[in-house]
């Protein structure tokens, strides 16, 4: 059997007054392609169908969704992964406003990233070379900066769904931790100042969904209780 | 149109990779009123897949480590027809350019004394060839590019640059004095179209590897500032000059670092041979990337490829140890799982030389100002174009980049960009206003696609361009193959020229952005045809079967195409640096 | 940083170790409860009363008290404001929680030193 069931959300303002699940039929065959080579191939059918994509290997975060009710990248993720009983049901990422079909609109998601002030800062004056780092310094930042702002991890977090105004989410916290954790960054008071409140880092509740969908396999997480420490450790 | 909003800005930059957000960020920090316009959320531009390092004589490897050998290798990597004061500039701020990207918060990898780690990449020496292999390429894990672009872009908000992402940029304004004064946008989530007026027009779009089938590049890369440029009629230079990288992960065309034969790794047949060492016996898989991409044809063509078409080569990387391979290629690990099916650690990867990288480009000089020729024959600045990164022609790769050039020609030239526009802006601009037969002018594509209402459909005319290119164009050239190929391009501008847009809508409407992109496909792919065609030798990567050998009698030129006579015509190449003597031509062997 | 009013500390770090502390005093409290009945199996009023006159016993009980309430407080305040986005809505039923756990704490000051 190489016909896949595919279930794609449809949503478009102009002609939609609300959304709708589209079933299509395509013929695989046998081939464990990507996601994303059934959304081109569903595209070359229906040019009215929308996603975002780049770099199609997994390293761009473009191709965020939800597929078969996980979210993760089209690109990276063959069918033998998701599909069930030779269905797979495609729809946008969760949680935030849907521009078109499995389009989402990212400004939430993109502030609360701004927010935590996302470059290296360093008081010092720069030297004439680069600023020296040992190898066990640098082997803190692995784990955290190959982030891609996917949003597969904030997206299927509860606590970002219900605050995403004020919870940073677990992209942006383990890019807050990722400069705490830098030799080289100085500003980590005014990074822990400014997000010791209530909301901020403390509404991680612990459910590791973000650990459970991140596609390049990070942990944000154990970035967050690295801040709540950090926060412990500088309290008075 | 006389509906149509306008934004003005002092400088706006068509692209948000690498060379596009470096040169903003210069401008950003002046103050100056830039925006950077881009198609996709910058940290999403190809850019982000650059793997193995960016390369500079810092000298951390090798603390006696010279720009000139730098110099040396890019000279004669380029197989001489890179300019030498391009390449001069860039090898000397190199270092300047990388140690800002540390300061900026770039996570490269260390050695043990805490300075940037470096690895050997390709055509690199020491003492102009004669000290045997560099290791001049500085990295970030195999993540360097990732690491690189959100670094300038987390800078770029830093210094709060205007950012218009998922905006399209779609024609190039030009005044009745045939400057460039602005650009059509679209912006891709409602739709609406825009003129923006701007004094200094930076394209930095980038390449477009998407007119070959298969390709390592993102399936942005579609030549949307060559498309522009073209349209406008401004020349575009050695646009012939396609890079194969040797290994693109067979069937997939995802990128393998060369970085992976850096750190030891080499290519191997059917045998199990390790046949670099008879092409080439000195650097071995370390060779040109041209050469190594002739050369894993060849074994292909001669019956020692391997799999069960014979089709492709492998990258043995085993012997390299797990702990090497997850410190230092922990991405090549991760790719060649998803995309080849092969644990890097236990089996070697399928590979097979796939379409990489534009060397060719918009002409332009050290400033980034791009450049068209009058009718003397004399370079000619065109009044507020400029050009950085890929889709520029500086030209520092000349016919064939050596490996890490690109991010360094990105900071390096995307910075020299940013740096003179505020010097210029500071002396003050002329700027003339476009009238409104010059904005609808560049509006006729768009109405064109907008208004079609029967005729073939995008994705199809798309693959057909792909098939062409790949059948017609590829490592080995032939004269009727591209005879063939040319034509082929000529007739598939008519049918897309009566192409048809179905979806109309206007929000988020990525078909119509698609449609778009084909025009500048069909525009970069035609001037390559041509180009090649033309060229009757064999240089760097471009390599003809009829006209195997280097022609620097007649040859050792730029190719420089006017669009609108479809005409190929030379330019001469720089060859006089301020600081070093003149590197002459010779024969290049690795 | 995100500005709050109604929340028991006056940072997230103070309600988060403020819940994690008087987690540990339900726990140590809990533990000994039963420790206690399970020691004394034939549990009688006169030796249950007697505990309980105890003074030590009585700040350990008060505390524990305070403990809930604080616990409450905190993770009531959290669920209020993750589901009910009516500010005044969200006000009368945090208003409500204070009321009732402040009742519930003086109440139970006078059971203890009350008998």
């Known amino acids: 059997m190489s016909t896949l069931q595919v279930s794609v959300y449809r949503y478009n303002a102009e002609t939609d007054s609300a959304p709708y699940m589209q079933d299509f039929e395509i013929d695989t065959h046998g081939r464990d392609l990507m996601v994303l080579n059934i959304l081109q191939m569903l ?143 100085t500003a980590t008071r005014d990074r822990l100042a400014e997000i010791d409140d209530p909301f901020s880092v403390f509404r991680c509740r612990g459910i590791m969904n973000c650990v459970n969908v991140c596609p390049k396999g990070l942990n944000p997480t154990r970035a967050i209780g690295k801040i709540r420490e950090l926060l412990m450790a500088n309290a008075t | 149109m006389a509906t149509m909003r306008n934004l003005s800005f002092d400088a706006i930059i068509i692209g948000g990779g690498g060379a596009g957000l470096r040169a903003a960020l210069e401008l950003a920090k002046s103050g100056k009123k830039t925006a950077v316009l881009s198609k996709v959320f910058p940290t999403r531009s190809h850019t982000v897949s650059a793997q193995g390092g960016i390369t500079c004589a810092i000298g951390s490897a090798d603390p006696n480590d010279d720009w000139r050998w730098h110099m040396y290798d890019t000279v004669k990597g380029s197989d001489y027809i890179g300019d030498q004061d391009a390449i001069e500039y860039m090898c000397t701020e190199g270092p300047k350019a990388v140690f800002e990207l540390e300061h900026m918060g770039l996570p490269f990898s260390r050695f043990d004394n805490g300075r940037i780690y470096q690895r050997p990449f390709g055509g690199q020496s020491k003492d102009f060839g004669k000290g045997g292999q560099a290791a001049r390429t500085c990295a970030a894990a195999d993540r360097t590019g990732h690491a690189l672009l959100h670094t300038l872009y987390q800078n770029n908000l830093k210094s709060n640059t205007v950012f218009l992402n998922e905006w399209y940029a779609v024609d190039l304004v030009r005044n009745q004095k045939n400057d460039v004064v602005g650009v059509i946008a679209m912006c891709i989530e409602t739709g609406e179209v825009v003129l923006i007026k701007s004094k200094a027009t930076v394209l930095a779009t980038g390449g477009a590897g998407r007119i070959y089938a298969s390709t390592t590049n993102a399936l942005i890369n579609t030549g949307d500032g060559i498309g522009m440029a073209l349209r406008a009629g401004f020349p575009v230079q050695d646009i012939e000059m396609w890079q194969f990288h040797p290994t693109g992960i067979h069937g997939a065309g995802v990128l393998v670092t060369e970085g992976c034969r850096g750190e030891g790794g080499y290519l191997i047949n059917k045998d199990g041979e390790r046949f670099m060492e008879r092409y080439a016996p000195n650097a071995k898989d370390l060779a040109g990337r041209d050469v190594v991409a002739r050369s894993m044809v060849l074994e292909i063509l001669e019956g020692r490829g391997c799999g069960e078409n014979g089709d492709h080569v492998m990258l043995k990387l085993d012997h390299l140890g797990e702990d090497v391979l997850l410190k230092r290629l922990p991405g090549i690990v991760e790719l060649s799982k998803t995309f080849a099916h092969v644990d890097p650690v236990k089996e070697p990867i399928p590979v097979v030389p796939t379409c990489h990288y534009m060397m060719g480009g918009i002409p ?23 050009a950085c990164g890929e889709v520029a022609c500086v030209s520092v790769h000349g016919s064939n980049r050596l490996g890490g050039n690109s991010l360094l020609d990105l900071v390096v030239f995307g910075r020299a960009a940013g740096m003179y526009i505020e010097e210029s802006l500071n002396n003050g601009f002329e700027y003339h206003e476009p009238t409104d037969s010059d904005v609808e002018a560049s509006l006729l594509r768009l109405n064109r696609w907008n208004e079609s209402s029967e005729g073939e459909t995008v994705p199809d005319l798309k693959a057909e361009l792909q098939q062409i290119m790949q059948n017609n164009f590829g490592v080995f050239r032939k004269e009727e193959n591209m005879q063939k190929g040319v034509k082929l391009l000529a007739e598939l501008r008519e049918r897309i020229a009566h192409a048809y847009l179905p979806d109309k809508s206007n929000g988020f409407n990525t078909a119509r952005i698609e449609a778009l992109e084909l025009d500048n496909l069909l525009e970069v792919a035609e001037a390559t045809a041509i180009a090649a065609l033309e060229r009757r030798e064999s240089r760097g990567a471009h390599s003809r079967e009829d006209y195997p050998d280097r022609d620097d009698e007649n040859w050792l030129k730029h190719s420089i195409y006017f669009p609108a006579e479809k005409k190929l015509g030379q330019r001469d190449v720089n060859f006089s640096p301020k600081t070093v003597d003149t590197f002459e031509p010779k024969v290049r062997t690795y | 940083m995100v500005t709050n009013i109604t929340n028991l500390g006056r940072s997230g770090v103070s309600d988060w170790l403020i819940q994690r502390v008087t987690a540990i005093v339900l726990a140590l409290y809990t533990v000994f409860i039963v420790a206690y009945m399970l020691f004394h199996p034939e549990l009688d009023y006169a030796t249950w009363s007697a505990l309980f006159q105890r003074t030590w016993m009585r700040i350990f009980t008060l505390l524990a008290f305070l403990s809930i309430a604080a616990h409450a407080w905190s993770g009531l305040w959290i669920i209020s404001t993750d589901y009910i ?30 008998a």
């Open chain 2, 364 to 386: 332009t000089n050290v400033h980034g100002q791009a450049l068209t020729i009058d009718e003397n024959g004399k370079d000619t600045v065109i009044n507020g174009l400029y």
């Open chain 1, 43 to 185: 595209k070359a059918k229906d040019s009215t169908l929308v996603f975002r994509a780049s770099c199609r290997e997994g390293v761009c975060g473009s191709d965020g969704m939800n597929m078969n009710g996980k979210n993760g990248l089209a690109c990276v993720t063959p069918l033998s992964e998701v599909v069930k009983n030779n269905k797979l049901v495609l729809r946008p990422l969760p949680g935030l406003p849907v521009m078109r079909d499995l389009v989402v609109d990212m400004a939430l998601f993109y502030k609360q990233y701004e927010r935590i002030q996302p470059y290296l800062q360093n008081e010092n004056p720069a030297p004439a070379i680069e600023r020296l780092q040992s190898p066990e310094e640098r082997d803190k930042l692995d784990g955290l900066y190959e982030c891609i702002l996917c949003a597969c991890c904030s997206t299927s977090c509860p606590s970002f769904w219900w605050n995403p105004d004020k919870f940073v989410g677990p992209a942006g916290l383990l890019w807050a931790y990722r400069f705490m954790a830098d030799s080289r960054d």
């Open chain 3, 85 to 114: 986005k009516h500010a005044y809505a969200r006000l009368g039923v945090q208003t409500f929680i204070i009321v009732a756990l402040f009742v519930f704490v003086v109440w139970g000051v006078q059971v203890l030193w009350g």
